[in-house]
């Protein structure tokens, strides 16, 4: 029995209904924050002798002792998390994490070499590196993809107890790693140094992504809200309240769909709405607080 691959290929790309814009659209914004991202953890943190957290902070300290180049790392350390993780990241956000990892480690063990470091000052290279990362990622978390590593762990474990913080994970994984800046450099400062350029790229990811509010509430008025929040339901495992509705100038009937949710999961669902429906309207708005199944324990204020 022999198999066709170039039929197969075609199922596949069908099935995963990837649109050539959306793939070109995407590689950009993979490739200019891959760019960021590596020129502030290579040429700023590495330079000046410390490691942020994460997969890159851990590949990097695996360079300290073995010479293997950043980039290979993360994509070696990447294959077991991505094992252990498989079902709860899902085929297609797995397949654009993949893409992201790969082009990541392309241009962060062959491009960055070719570009200037920065080594006079640790404090502004953590700040300045903080910066340049932050802004990379974010590019890379508007179009849905990850550089794997923590990302994974954090979307598998917040799965199964959706009320963890995303933050609390974060510190947690982060944390682990940046201590091993200690046994690396055999210095405190390289550890402060680290936590430091952490935070900061993670306020850069918020303010870039979603300003100062945690959470969010969405109103989406479409004609498929069955389509839309069967998605969410199944992607982003959120709650979905349907109203009906009725368009004042038109009389044509609505759906008007209520989602609350963190802020990390904002464009995730503003695309699935687009995906389903074109010519859905969507509002996002600021929550102070959400209480309930995913969110804040109900009496943990009392």
């Known amino acids: 029995m022999s198999f066709n691959f170039k039929a197969g290929f075609k199922t596949l790309w069908q099935k995963l209904d990837i649109k050539p ?4 659209v995407d590689l950009i914004y993979d490739v ?16 000046s002798n410390f490691a942020p957290g994460g997969v890159t902070g851990l590949a990097m300290f695996l360079k300290h002792y073995t010479g293997l180049d950043i980039g290979l790392g993360t994509v070696l350390i990447n294959i077991p998390i991505v ?3 498989f079902k709860a990241l899902g085929f297609k ?10 082009i ?6 062959n491009l960055m070499e070719l570009l200037p470091k920065y080594d006079s000052n640790p404090l502004l290279a953590a700040i300045f590196g903080g910066i340049l990362a932050g802004a990379g990622l974010a590019l890379i ?44 450099y055999k210095t405190v400062d390289a550890v402060l140094y680290g936590f430091i350029m ?14 100062n509010d945690s959470r969010k509430l969405l109103t989406i008025i479409t004609t498929k809200g069955q389509g839309i929040s069967d998605r969410i339901m199944q992607d982003i495992d959120r709650g979905v309240t349907i109203m009906n509705g009725k368009g004042a100038y038109t009389g044509a009937d609505k759906s008007v ?34 209480y309930g199944y995913g969110f804040k324990n109900p009496n943990a204020d009392n």
């Open 21 to 24: 814009k959306t793939l070109a």
């Open 32 to 47: 200019i924050g891959c760019v960021l991202y590596g020129f502030g953890v290579v040429n700023f943190a590495e330079a």
């Open 83 to 85: 094992i252990l993780c």
């Open 93 to 102: 956000f797995f397949l654009r994490s993949a893409k992201t990892i790969v």
């Open 104 to 109: 990541s480690a392309i241009i962060v063990d």
């Open 141 to 184: 978390y508007m179009r849905d993809s990850s550089t794997g590593g923590s990302d994974f762990v954090i979307l598998a474990l917040r799965r199964k107890n959706p009320q963890l913080s995303v933050g609390t994970i974060s510190l947690a994984v982060d944390g682990l790693i940046i201590l091993l800046n200690f046994i690396a």
């Open 198 to 211: 952490t935070i900061t790229y993670s306020m850069i990811i918020d303010k870039i992504m979603y300003g």
């Open 257 to 290: 769909l209520i989602c609350a949710c963190s802020k990390t999961e904002v464009f995730k669902i503003k695309r699935i709405a687009h995906e389903v429906d074109d010519q859905s309207f969507t509002m996002v708005s600021s929550i102070d607080a959400a």
